[in-house]
């Protein structure tokens, strides 16, 4: 039987006779977002996933969230922050409370993510911002979050990027993609798609106005390359940017809020003149391998191996074995990556070699519509 043939009957046990249940050793959980007309608004899932088999077993849905496309969790993993792409354009940032005896999320509060469609969410490790990027009118906002973790919906600073780059379909006007925090937490650096640039923000929890441009305020990428994802090497001194219209991987030296260029590589492979969708990025939790994500034609994972100096070498690639890799995750055991394959409806287990950080398909994987964003929480927050 089909997951969506199943999902009322899921749907009414959840709500009505949700049991607690003790997750067991070498388990984590895995939260889903994605689109929800498929499932008439029934939007974020949660799923119980072995680390030692890649095993994925239902837990949970969340509904009356629209369109909950990419999440957010807290450092100690009770809180999951959600954005709201609504078809009216409006952006709300939704926050729940994550019960961990029961696998399951309750509803805390929303707030305005300070600007339309917004494409990404995230926390600071002290619970005291979320920050959200807004695709459609390329706006980056702050919101303070109160000591119980909800939204305070009177404080939300947003900062308007501005600018165009050279193609004139895609980059007529700014389009905030990411807000990643750096590892101390003093920097927030948002890759923008319109622009062709990654803005770099200090970051001050106590002051009225938490994001101010740093000394330099952004770096620039290839002109009509749009950047999308970025992600912070595990020793701090590295960032990476990932690139949907160029398919290419920028690296930097990274030191203070303070970016250097220091390569670019292709993910695309000899002669390959097709569509160029490249869309998510992660890094192995051992600071040895990288992976990218390209939708449409290739959907596959592109492989980097890492070297001391942080510069990138082509390792493999590996197709995703469905359409439209929006987004991956690396399991907290680092054995498996799970790709949320939106177009296909699927999400897709693959073990991971962690000494050629190559992949091989396990033969496990879930029907879900229109995966978006993939998230664990793992057993020791």
């Known amino acids: 039987m089909s997951y969506s043939r199943i999902f009322p009957i899921i749907l009414f046990s959840v709500f009505c006779f949700s049991k607690v249940y003790t997750q067991p050793k070498d388990h984590c959980y895995l939260l889903i977002g994605g689109y929800t007309k498929p499932l008439k608004d029934k939007g974020i899932a949660v799923y119980d996933f072995n680390t030692q ?27 999951v922050y959600a954005v709201s792409e609504k078809n009216n354009g409006q952006g709300i940032i939704i926050a729940y409370q994550f019960n961990r005896s029961t696998g399951t999320l309750r509803f805390i509060n929303e707030a305005s993510s300070g600007g339309e469609g917004p494409c990404y969410v995230s926390v600071d490790d002290a619970g005291t911002h979320v920050f959200a990027a807004n695709y459609s009118d390329g706006r980056l906002s702050a919101i303070r979050l109160n000591k119980d973790g909800s939204l305070d919906t009177a404080v939300v600073q947003s900062i308007q990027h501005t600018g165009s780059s050279i193609n004139k379909e895609s980059q007529a006007g700014p389009h905030a993609h990411s807000a990643v925090l750096s590892p101390d937490n003093r920097y927030v650096l948002s890759a923008d798609l319109g622009t062709d640039r990654v803005y770099i923000y200090r970051f001050d929890s106590n002051a009225t106005k938490s994001l101010s441009p740093a000394n330099t305020a952004y770096v620039t990428t290839v002109p009509g390359s749009g950047p999308r994802h970025i992600c912070f090497h595990p020793n701090g001194q590295y960032v990476y940017v ?114 050629t950080g190559l992949l091989k398909f396990t033969g496990k994987k879930i029907s879900i519509p229109a995966p978006a964003c993939l998230k664990f929480i793992r057993e020791d927050r």
């Open 53 to 79: 088999t890649g095993d994925l077993q239902f837990r949970s849905v969340t509904g009356g969230i629209e369109n909950p496309s990419y999440l957010t969790i807290s450092r100690d993993g009770t809180k």
């Open 242 to 355: 990932v690139n949907e219209m160029g398919g290419t991987v920028d690296a930097f030296d990274y030191k203070d809020g303070v970016l250097n260029s220091k390569q670019s590589i292709t993910m695309l492979p000899d002669g390959f003149t097709g569509i160029v969708e490249a869309a998510d990025i992660h890094i192995s939790a051992d600071g040895k391998f990288l992976y990218a994500s390209n939708r449409e034609v290739r959907n596959e994972i592109v492989i980097y191996s890492i070297s001391e100096e942080g510069r990138l070498s082509f390792a493999g690639r590996q197709p995703v074995l469905g359409a439209v890799p929006r987004n991956f995750v690396i399991d907290p055991s680092g054995k498996f990556l799970l790709v949320a394959n939106q177009k296909t409806s699927e999400v897709i287990v693959f073990r991971r070699n962690a000494n």
